[in-house]
């Protein structure tokens, strides 16, 4: 179901959206108007990234530092980005 | 009992606003008192981000009006606040918001008072609609994250879709349609904002119908009515527990309108103890804190850890007693009170109080009365 965001797609956080380590919990999070997001380690790894590379770049960087499979992080990565572009805080360029 | 974090600070600038709304939530008496210099306001700050505070909200009155405003977002940023500004837009002109921007505000909240520039000013009580446009204009030109806010009453409910309409034209990425929550100023004009049953329906279904079609566009948040509900609001997610908020003087409020709306609690200082000891320690915050201040029907009820039993502020500004359950409740005592109020407001009744600024000093009547139909 997320094989509609092609791999050379360039993940983006939104205006206005911010990522940001929470110095009370050591994990990151995402500021927006009004709203916080707390990641889990995976999204955060993921959204490390969101700085112009792209999708299948992302993903053959974490699937070598984490010694993971590479098909599998593709999909969590998907999932990922599509939760959170459907709730405005990242762009697909 | 572990003390939570609190996630957001309102950071009260100043009283003084170049409006005169009267739904203004501002309290209507002000203890008087010398407002805060800069350095103060950068203690705050860094208090109140060692304390685990993620946002800050600058916010007034009219933030604008300090002119250290740039300084104060660029401490923010220091120690990775996300900022906040919210305004009115008057002053707002292009070399401020890039001065702003510069100092690292991220996202600006916008007040409107209605989609057409005669019933915006009439409401505001100033020529401010088409500097509200421009300043928009601005905002946008300058990359910031844009939210429109809209306090809703009996005289704009009508025109929501309107007012959707403008909220796309700006670009904004998310508008608030807030119904007027009755404190300060809007508790004293209760019988002439509050709208009627029938409005609030067609209201709620035009924003319901507006947030599927827009989806795509815009993020419509619709802010309930809730004299109009049966249940209370889950009132800043329980008492002191993910906010705070300081006032131009420095008092600390666990809840902004809290000051006037409890007259009786006695609230703490900046100037004579640390946000953490205020925040962990103080007894207006811990008064209300948890479940175990809670009187019957709120004290058994299974909704308890879902609204919290409503607003403190509420229940003090209505039953007297702000242990209280929130009249709004259907199960609250005192529901009835709501009830009548919703019936006195019939659209005639004396004209509404414009809101004034606490530096006119004993000017409760300094602006003429008006009326809004």
């Avoid at chain 2, 401490?75 to 510069?102: C, F, H, P, W």
Wanted: with cysteine; glycine share 6%; proline share 6%.
């Amino acid at each position: 179901m997320h094989t509609q965001i092609p791999s050379d797609a360039r993940p983006r956080l939104s205006n206005g959206v911010r990522l940001q380590i929470d110095c009370t919990t050591g994990k990151g999070v995402l500021l927006f108007p009004e709203g916080i997001l707390e990641l889990n380690e995976t999204a955060q790894e993921i959204l490390t990234r969101c700085d112009g590379r792209t999708i299948s770049g992302i993903a053959a960087e974490l699937a070598q530092e984490y010694d993971v499979d590479l098909a599998t992080i593709d999909q969590d990565i998907r999932e990922t980005l599509t939760d959170l572009q459907q709730r405005k805080l990242l762009e697909l360029a | 009992m572990n003390t939570p974090r609190p996630y957001a600070l309102l950071a009260e600038l100043t009283y003084n606003c170049p409006l005169h709304c009267p739904y203004c939530s501002n309290p209507t008496q002000v203890r008087a008192g010398i407002d805060l210099a800069t350095e103060d306001w950068q203690r705050v700050i860094h208090e109140a981000a060692a304390l685990g505070v993620l946002q800050i909200g600058f916010s007034g009155g009219e933030p604008l009006i300090r002119q250290d405003l740039a300084r104060l977002i660029a401490t923010a940023r220091e120690v990775n606040l996300y900022t906040n500004l919210i305004t009115s837009g008057v002053g707002l002109s292009a070399n401020r918001v890039r001065e702003l921007r510069d100092a690292g505000l991220d996202s600006v909240q916008l007040s409107f008072q209605a989609d057409d520039v005669e019933p915006a000013d009439k409401i505001a009580g100033a020529r401010a609609h088409a500097m509200k446009l421009e300043a928009a204009r601005y905002i946008r030109e300058e990359g910031i994250s844009l939210s429109l806010n809209f306090v809703i009453h009996r005289e704009n409910i009508d025109h929501l879709t309107e007012i959707i309409e403008l909220a796309l034209k700006l670009k904004a990425t998310r508008v608030e349609l807030a119904n007027t929550q009755y404190y300060g100023w809007a508790f004293l004009n209760r019988a002439q904002l509050l709208p009627t049953r029938q409005q609030v329906e067609r209201a709620r279904q035009t924003a319901a119908a507006a947030q599927a079609r827009l989806a795509e566009k815009i993020d419509i948040y619709y802010v309930l009515p809730d004299y109009y509900e049966s249940r209370p609001k889950p009132c800043l997610n329980g008492w002191a527990q993910r906010y705070l908020t300081v006032n131009p003087i420095g008092d600390v409020l666990p809840c902004p309108t809290a000051l006037s709306a409890i007259p009786e609690m006695r609230f703490e200082n900046i100037r004579q103890h640390s946000l953490d000891w205020i925040w962990r320690e103080s007894e207006s915050f811990n008064q209300f804190r948890g479940t175990k201040w809670m009187p019957e029907p709120c004290r058994s009820c299974p909704q308890r850890e879902i609204d919290f039993g409503g607003c403190r502020c509420q229940a003090a500004l209505i039953t007297g007693d702000a242990a209280n359950t929130d009249p709004v409740c259907e199960f609250s005592a005192h529901r009835e009170i709501i009830d009548n109020f919703i019936r006195a407001a019939d659209g005639g009744g004396p004209p509404v109080t414009p809101r004034v600024n606490p530096t006119s000093a004993h000017a409760t009547r300094a602006r003429a009365p008006f009326s809004l139909c």
